[in-house]
């Protein structure tokens, strides 16, 4: 690893910057106090550096990919997140849709003999699929394709059908995975921060109740990630806070795999007037949160929300995996305006933007196995 950038900065005629880097070089974790001034006063090149150098001293040169497809059962939703260009009401539900099991499973099948490793399953809280609805989905699709991970629900999804089967959360998840349900993705988790919350994503599932999912899940060795929305009407210090909530329960049960900044967009939804915030604020939110998770493998970047040329770039704050690989097929982004309308890239084109970044791809399974390593020195 090139310490000489890091060595500078340690050299900084600014005492707190000095302090930072010092605990990063020695691996101490840095405070909630630490994060905070770094995101008001670090600038924008210190921070690449020292995200950096942790993604490179946990993740060396590579980043990882994932040949996943998405099954998005329906957009009707009971809840009505300000922030969400995609859902649709019940009573509204013809301008919505609604798929059946047997449409879903033919969905999975359209990959049969393709070199896929995940199916992704999200969507809106539908108030008619119910949790035997979705067991028998992840049963389906297992009996069809064994080896297809299937990486399933948000917490958001999940509180909903289990409270309404009258399931504790135990009982819920050990239902579904029973089923096939393998591992949770990382959504709904928006901001933690309760009146941030409330305002922007009203009473769905609660902070305590999604981290009480994940942790449960975690127990039962169910791997998950977490996502943080930013950009919107939080403040700094609401990030962090999130993010030592990630942190906390993560030193509990080392169960999360990677952290998701979702960087939020206003196209055609209820906070269409909150403006978007800017590359450099991208880049800052990836490269602390690459720093203050020291317990967290990976962080990840979503390239069909921030485009192809950000995500090259993120790979040098502390980005260490790009997801959306081939035939991206969720609608949540597309429709509130993602920088890629049609977000498809092959497995090749994803693999030269990567090499071209300057680093060796990998591509993993769900559980960061290597599947390929495209490096030709190596071969
Ligand atoms: O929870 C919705 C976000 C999430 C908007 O775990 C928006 O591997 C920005 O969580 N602007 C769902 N964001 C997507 C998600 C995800 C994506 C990729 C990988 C993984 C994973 C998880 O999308 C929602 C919400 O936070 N979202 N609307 C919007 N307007
Ligand atoms: Fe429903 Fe999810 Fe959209 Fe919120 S973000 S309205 S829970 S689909």
Known sequence: MNHTAIDTII???????????????????????????LYE????????????????????????????????????????????????????????????????????????????????????????MDVHFFAQLLKRIKDHRPDLHIKAFTSVELDYMFRKGKMSIKE????????????IPGGGAEIFDEKVRLEIAGDKCDSNRWLEIHETAHQFGIRSNATMLYGHIETYSHRVDHMRRLRDLQDRTQGFQTFIPLKFRNGDNDMSYVPEVNLI??????????????????????????????????????????????????????????????????????VDLIKDSGRIPIERDTLYNTVKVYDESLV
């Open 281 to 350: 604020e991208d880049l800052k939110t990836y490269a602390i949160g690459r720093i203050y998770l020291d317990n967290f493998g990976h962080v990840k970047a979503y390239w069909p929300m921030i485009g192809r040329s950000t995500a090259q770039l993120t790979q040098s704050f502390g980005v260490d995996d790009l997801d959306g690989t081939i035939d991206d097929s969720t609608k949540i982004y597309s429709m509130a305006g993602s920088e890629e309308q049609v977000p498809v890239l092959s497995t090749d084109q994803l």
């Open 41 to 128: 006063n670090g600038e924008i090149s210190s921070l690449g550096v020292l995200a950096n150098y942790v993604r490179e001293k946990k993740n060396g040169q590579y980043t990882y990919f994932n040949r996943n497809f998405h099954i998005e059962p329906t957009n009707i939703c009971v809840f009505a997140c300000k922030f969400c260009a995609y859902s649709r009401e019940y009573k509204k539900r013809e301008d919505g849709w609604e798929l059946d099991i047997e449409q879903m499973v033919n969905r999975v099948k359209e990959y049969d003999g393709k070199a896929i490793t995940e199916v992704h399953i999200v969507g809106g809280v539908h108030p008619k």
């Open 11 to 37: 050299k900084s005629s600014n005492i707190n910057l000095r302090n930072i880097a010092a605990k990063i070089i020695e691996g101490v974790r840095i405070t909630d106090a630490d994060a905070l001034w």
């Open 172 to 183: 819920g998840l050990q239902y579904l995975k029973e089923n096939g349900l393998d591992s």
